[in-house]
């Protein structure tokens, strides 16, 4: 009730990515993960993250025999 937006919060703290598909053009998220990414927070602190739409690609690349 703090009138805070979950999503822009975990993105600021740099707990998750703006999926820029589900949310083209949202500044705000783009300005916050800028910031977290240049202020090497939570995710941004590991140089070689890998986001999980990535992520789960090379995993069904990897199962295909």
Request: hydrophobic letters at 30%; one cysteine or more.
């Amino acid at each position: 009730p703090d009138g805070r937006l979950l999503n822009r919060e975990l993105v600021r703290e740099g707990f998750c990515w703006w999926y820029r598909k589900y949310a083209q053009g949202d500044t705000v998220l783009e300005g916050l993960e800028t910031e977290a990414r240049e202020g090497r927070k939570g995710l941004w602190a590991d140089p070689q993250s890998v986001p999980p739409w990535e992520w789960r690609k090379r995993t069904v690349e990897w199962r295909v025999p």
